[in-house]
């Protein structure tokens, strides 16, 4: 089996959210996550502000047009079955993105 990593993105707005809306958030990643069962090596967790460092090695703020907020470590036997997975992940719901990419071993 191969590890993909889902790395994610979409601005979450958590810290506006009440502690009913944060408890269903939670629960519907939890749900997700125990879908996965021992697929999942890493849960991962959100980041915080990103930013990039760009060619001329200077610093800039944002992470551009599509900031990273999470990532996630799984195991899958293809992309195919890595995207399966990746489907229902609440973040889509929410309006976010998930970029999928094998992890090579060097």
């Excluded at 991962?44 to 502000?49: D, K, L, M």
């Excluded at 489907?87 to 094998?102: D, F, V």
């Amino acid at each position: 089996m191969a590890k993909y990593i889902f790395a994610y993105h979409g601005v979450g707005s958590m810290a506006k959210a009440s502690a009913e809306e944060v408890k269903q958030v939670m629960d519907a990643w939890g749900a997700w996550f125990g879908s996965m069962g021992k697929s999942v090596v890493d849960g991962g967790n959100p980041c915080g502000p990103s930013s990039t460092v760009r060619p001329d090695g200077s610093l800039a703020s944002g992470g551009g047009p599509n900031p990273l907020s999470g990532y996630s470590l799984v195991e899958a036997a293809s992309l195919e079955d890595a995207h399966r997975m990746a489907k229902g992940c609440p973040i889509l719901k929410a309006g976010g993105s998930i970029e999928i990419a094998q992890c090579m071993d060097m």
